[in-house]
Antibody, heavy 128, light 108 residues
Framework: QITLKESGPTLVKPTQTLTLTCTFSGFSLSTSGVGVGWIRQPPGKALEWLALIYWDDDKRYSPSLKSRLTITKDTSKNQVVLTMTNMDPVDTATYYC????????????????????WGQGTLVTVSS | DIQMTQSPSSVSASVGDRVTITCRAS??????LAWYQQKPGKAPKLLIY???SLQSGVPSRFSGSGSGTDFTLTISSLQPEDFATYYCQQANSFPMLTFGGGTKVEIK
């Protein structure tokens, strides 16, 4: 059974750095084709993908936020950490971590990575 | 960057109705598209991947179709538990994994 849970501060001040930890179980982040991603959702708004780290330590970031994001993994602890610098009130959102794996189409060809297990999310408010 | 545009932004329907939601990509993404369902206060749930493949455990009333730039999610007979917001997500254009703006399915 795959589970993920986000942890971190619920309130940060503008300009501070946010550090969120995703602790997971039921899979290994050293397994080929597996990744863990971060997605956020401002109140009442749509989902926004932030970052993804793969089993081989390859890392991908949203281009619009790349300069502010860092994603790392600790395979031995089953944890993935996301840091976001220079927080602003517009960064107020529920932050989710999610298990990603490579899916294949009916012909057996790779069809991309999708998020099939999600954490419950953690609401982070940015306010002075 | 690839943009994903969903329509309509909301739809009112009754139990038993057939509901169709559209997602359009700003450029071709082959079949690299997923659909998620999100209920209030909950995390999204993967319904469809690779445009038309049903995720394990998802009811067969959900189906997806399309390739290239135009995709649809169809709920063949809307059930009370299907009232939620639905998002598409493209996985073709690295490094971006873009979500659509969402479609809220409401009770008529």
């Amino acid at each position: 059974q795959i589970t993920l849970k986000e942890s971190g501060p619920t309130l940060v001040k503008p300009t501070q750095t946010l550090t969120l930890t995703c602790t997971f179980s039921g899979f290994s982040l050293s397994t080929s084709g597996v990744g863990v991603g971060w997605i956020r959702q401002p109140p009442g708004k749509a989902l926004e993908w932030l970052a993804l780290i793969y089993w081989d330590d390859d890392k991908r970031y949203s281009p619009s936020l790349k300069s502010r994001l860092t994603i790392t993994k600790d395979t031995s602890k089953n944890q993935v950490v996301l840091t976001m610098t220079n927080m602003d009130p517009v960064d107020t959102a529920t932050y989710y971590c999610a298990h990603a794996r490579r899916y294949y189409d009916s012909s057996g060809y790779s069809a991309g990575y999708y998020f099939d297990y999600w954490g419950q999310g953690t609401l982070v408010t940015v306010s002075s | 960057d690839i943009q994903m545009t969903q329509s309509p932004s909301s739809v009112s329907a009754s139990v038993g109705d057939r509901v169709t939601i559209t997602c359009r990509a700003s450029q071709g993404i082959s079949s690299w598209l997923a659909w998620y369902q999100q209920k209030p206060g909950k995390a999204p749930k993967l319904l469809i991947y690779a445009a038309s493949s049903l995720q394990s455990g998802v009811p067969s009333r959900f189906s997806g179709s399309g390739s290239g730039t135009d995709f649809t999610l169809t709920i063949s007979s809307l059930q009370p538990e299907d009232f939620a917001t639905y998002y598409c997500q493209q996985a073709n254009s690295f490094p971006m994994l873009t979500f659509g703006g969402g479609t809220k399915v409401e009770i008529k």
